[in-house]
């Protein structure tokens, strides 16, 4: 009898097990499945915080006797996990970023887009399916297990140990590790950067560190040490225009754009007018009678090297100015015969051979934010350009032209308050109007540029001098032909061309784009504003509706993914231009602010840029946001600690660690100049 009782005894003890595994083994499961679905590495600090994870919960789930109760409360943390991961992974699979503690809402309205996102779960159902298996294995199996369990004070006394244990040994092994730039020290105690701390810590540390960072405001000053011995730096390897040439502003012929490249051919020398005044204002950096983090501000930009005015400054001055923001446009989707106004204005105006578009944590509105505002948006915050909705904004276009007595005017083809840009637009400075508030295009999905063009351009072309700010949205994924209207409208177009189908439905949607500027350039033309406007367009981010590989395959080539991927296009174009001006300095969209200032000779002071003027002498540094940057001399990876040089010239420690730095010194005091308001206090304005 005894040896028939030892199976039961065996099979008991298994249940028990299993019953009592359960969380903990979820928690682990989670956060190993979505790292893995996400290619970020399950490192040894993500495996030890979600064991303490792990630990904690299962102490919180067994703490009451009662068998009921000890169900629910994991029934309620199962589905918590599910909800936390899955939502994520959505969104990342939609904006190629996490969302932050803040931006729940905006989630939520993300969700509205219904066709997106029942899109992304049908592209993802076996991904989905893996999410919710620990609910159904739950429900069905789990119900039945608990029941097995014999409670003893022991077992939340295990898990609170577990979680104390892995927890602190983590964290103390978190804080001795200064290595790299942003080191996983120095993200623990001090920063918050999503994607990386993602890679470093798992979702649910950074989640937390969200949480600490940003709702409770907590950090800690923290020393940043590293060496730049540990960097390793590979020999030139580069495939762009600038590896072949200088890094220089060349002006050249006009050529025939139906059939001949632009070329970087000079034809004349610019006359120099020595020396150039710095393009600064009279700021009183010296004032004592701020807190301590506005008097560290004075001393940082006081201490900055403006750049200097050029033989471009001032060359727009009196011009209307059209800017735009297009929706996931792409340097790959413009053709001289598919979308040829693009190609007209891409190849006539300033050409920027090296420009990028990083991509940062709100995707469109941070994208928006810094080609507009010149600044770094502030990490783990829900938008930049809803915190700085009640700051002083003197640098802002809207602002600034509106003093000169500009008509300022600004037009989104979709809902009006989408991110907030119903209070964000007016505190730049511009009358505005969207979908809800006056723009009266056909509500569609996504509504048509070409319409906006139409309705909006006769509310001011007859009234210079104006400034127009336009957010496309067009060319917003899904890129499909059965749910998106606008790549549905253009899919005569693009049904020949020798692309997979949502690489046709993405051209078939910034041919859109295209014939809204055509539009724009003949109602332009018809009101003699023509030659006497210039138009300023970038993207708010790459096409990341499409999968790597589909962009890859728009490309003609691979796409390298730190770099190469966020390489975009700045179009600066003037209808009273007579030659191109071919520009093979790296910059970016965070350049774009000073550059359009300085051209238009407006008063600013570069000091307070986190941007430079891409004419003026020096070289901009592309930056982004897991704080990999390119300078003219280095592309620096933060995800390897790699440094590639870009140039033959030797490249020492002292080089690199002035790079870091800066770059360092840019993020953290832009993103103070958002919370802080700095503005207001630095003129001294009263409080809105």
Same mark, same amino acid.
């Given at each position: 009898?005894?040896?028939e %009782? %030892? ?13 009592? #595994? ?15 679905? +996400? ?21 919180l ?15 309620v943390l ?51 399916f ?14 039945? #297990?608990?029941?097995?369990?014999? *409670? ?12 104390v ?35 470093? !810590? ?12 940003n709702?409770?405001?907590i ?35 006009? +050529?025939?754009?139906?059939t ?30 701020g ?12 201490q ?11 060359? *727009?001055?009196? /011009?209307?100015?059209?800017? +735009? ?12 015969? #598919?979308?040829?106004?693009l ?6 105006? !300033?050409?920027f ?41 003197? *640098? ?33 400075? =511009?009358?505005y ?18 319409e ?6 006769p ?44 690489? /046709? ?60 991927r966020? %390489?975009?296009?700045?179009?600066l ?12 300095? =790296? ?45 003219? /001399? ?6 390897n ?6 140039t ?12 870091i ?5 840019? *993020? ?16 001294? /304005?009263?409080?809105?």
């Amino acid at each position: 009898m005894e040896n028939e %009782k %030892k199976p039961i005894r065996k099979r008991d003890f298994m249940f028990q097990m299993a019953a009592i #595994l359960f969380l903990p083994v979820c928690v682990l499961y989670f956060e190993f499945l979505f790292s893995i679905l +996400l290619h970020y590495p399950v490192t040894p600090y993500n495996i030890g915080y979600s064991m303490a994870t792990a630990g904690l919960l299962f102490g919180l789930s067994f703490i009451l006797r009662n068998q009921k109760v000890q169900f629910v409360m994991q029934g309620v943390l199962i589905i918590g996990l599910t909800l936390v991961f899955l939502s994520q992974f959505l969104y990342y699979r939609i904006f190629q970023v996490l969302y932050a503690i803040e931006s729940i809402q905006g989630a939520g309205k993300a969700a509205t887009f219904s066709d997106i996102l029942f899109g992304r779960m049908k592209d993802n159902a076996v991904e989905i399916f893996f999410f919710l298996l620990p609910i159904v294995l739950f429900f069905v199996f789990q119900r039945v #297990l608990i029941r097995k369990i014999q *409670f003893s004070f022991l077992l939340p006394l295990v898990g609170f140990c577990v979680f104390v244990l892995f927890f602190t040994g983590t964290t103390l092994f978190v804080l001795q590790d200064k290595a790299a730039v942003v080191s996983p020290r120095y993200m623990y105690r001090s920063e918050l950067i999503p994607d990386k701390s993602m890679r470093t !810590f798992g979702l649910l540390t950074t989640m937390r560190l969200d949480f600490r960072y940003n709702i409770m405001n907590i950090r800690f000053k923290d020393t940043r040490t590293f060496n730049a011995g540990d960097i390793k730096v590979i020999e030139s390897k580069v495939n762009s225009a600038a590896s072949e040439s200088e890094t220089t502003v060349q002006q050249t012929e006009t +050529l025939p754009v139906e059939t001949t490249p632009v070329e970087t051919t000079p034809v004349e020398t610019l006359p120099e007018v020595t020396p150039f005044e710095p393009n600064i204002m009279d700021i009183n950096f010296d004032r004592t009678d701020g807190n301590e983090t506005q008097l560290e501000m004075n001393g940082y930009f006081s201490q900055r090297e403006p750049t200097l005015q050029n033989e471009y400054t001032g060359l *727009f001055k009196g /011009k209307n100015l059209i800017l +735009l923001t297009a929706e996931g446009f792409s340097r790959y989707a413009i053709d001289p015969v #598919l979308t040829p106004t693009l190609y007209k204005l891409s190849t006539e105006g !300033f050409v920027f051979n090296n420009f990028y578009t990083p991509i940062w944590g709100v995707s469109t509105s941070d994208g928006e934010f810094v080609a507009t505002t010149g600044l770094i948006p502030k990490a783990g915050k829900k938008w930049s350009y809803t915190e700085v909705a009640d700051n002083y904004m003197p *640098f802002a276009f809207g602002n600034q032209f509106k003093a000169l007595g500009y008509v300022t005017k600004a037009y989104h083809d979709h809902t009006y308050t989408y991110y907030n840009r119903d209070r964000s637009y007016p505190n730049m400075g =511009y009358d505005y109007k969207g979908v809800g508030n006056g723009l009266d295009v056909a509500v569609t999905w996504p509504e048509s540029d070409v319409e906006m063009m139409q309705l909006s351009v006769p509310e001011y072309v007859n009234t210079p001098p104006f400034h127009v700010y336009y957010m496309t949205v067009s060319g917003h994924l899904e890129y499909n032909f059965s749910g998106n209207f606008i790549a549905k409208k253009n899919e005569a177009l693009v049904k020949d061309l020798p692309y997979s189908d949502h690489v /046709k439905a993405y051209l078939a949607c910034q041919i859109e784009l295209d014939r809204a500027l055509e539009n724009l350039l003949q109602q332009l033309s018809d009101s003699g504003q023509l030659e006497n406007t210039v138009i300023a367009l970038s993207p708010d981010h790459y096409p990341y509706g499409l999968e790597p590989e589909e962009y890859s395959e728009l490309a003609g080539h691979d796409l390298e993914k730190t770099f190469e991927r966020y %390489k975009g296009e700045f179009i600066l174009w003037s209808g009273d231009m007579k030659a191109p001006v071919v520009v093979d300095k =790296y910059c970016s969209s965070l350049d774009i602010a000073p550059t359009l200032a300085n051209l238009f000779g407006l008063a600013y002071d570069s000091r307070l840029y986190m941007g430079t003027d891409i004419l003026s002498t020096r070289s901009p540094v592309v930056v982004f946001q897991d704080r990999s940057f390119i300078t003219d /001399k280095i592309m620096y990876n933060a995800n390897n600690n790699t440094v590639q040089k870009l140039t033959d010239e030797d490249i020492t420690n002292e080089y690199i660690e002035s790079c870091i730095a800066y770059v360092t010194d840019e *993020f953290s005091n832009s993103a103070k100049i958002i919370s802080d308001d700095y503005y207001r206090y630095l003129f001294q /304005k009263p409080d809105a």
